[in-house]
């Protein structure tokens, strides 16, 4: 659920708690740079589920953003990854959502929607990857 997580992870859940749900990750990865950037942000992937989580915050590291080509995943009782471009957009107006920003690079088209901070990839006329998340600062906080 954009803004909210996913299934029984919601944003905001802390690193142990979604290693004790989900077990160890099948790869994981720091991906910041304390230094330059002052954020953290760690990358766990779990094949099994076809999703990835991002993990953001200094103080504590919580669940900040999720992608998933796992084709079972729903977005309002829908599967997603058989929903058509129209029928994303469609979805997601009837939802509330309306700030929607399109653009195409490397031949792949990304539908976003601002309001909602979810990113729908499609290749072809197919969705290939959902991507949505929150802003958490350096405590750990949603933003």
């Known amino acids: 659920m954009p803004l909210k997580g996913y299934g029984e992870i919601p944003f905001g859940m802390s690193l142990d708690e979604t290693v004790k749900l989900l077990n160890m990750p099948d790869f994981y990865e720091e991906l910041s740079d304390m230094e330059e ?18 993990f953001e915050g200094v103080t504590k590291s ?29 979805l997601m107006k009837d939802n509330g959502f309306k700030e929607l920003e399109e653009e195409t690079e490397d031949g792949e088209l990304r539908v976003s929607f601002e309001d909602a901070m979810i990113d729908f990839f499609f290749e072809g006329d197919s ?3 959902v991507s949505w998340g929150v802003l958490v600062d350096e405590q750990g906080d949603i933003i």
């Open 62 to 90: 919580v669940v900040a953003c999720f992608e998933t080509e796992n084709e079972a995943a729903t977005l309002y009782g829908k599967k997603v990854f058989d929903l058509k471009k129209d029928e994303v957009i469609k």
């Open 37 to 54: 950037t002052g954020n953290r942000s760690i990358y766990y992937e779990y094949d099994a589920i076809q999703t990835n989580i991002y």
């Open 127 to 129: 969705i290939s990857a």
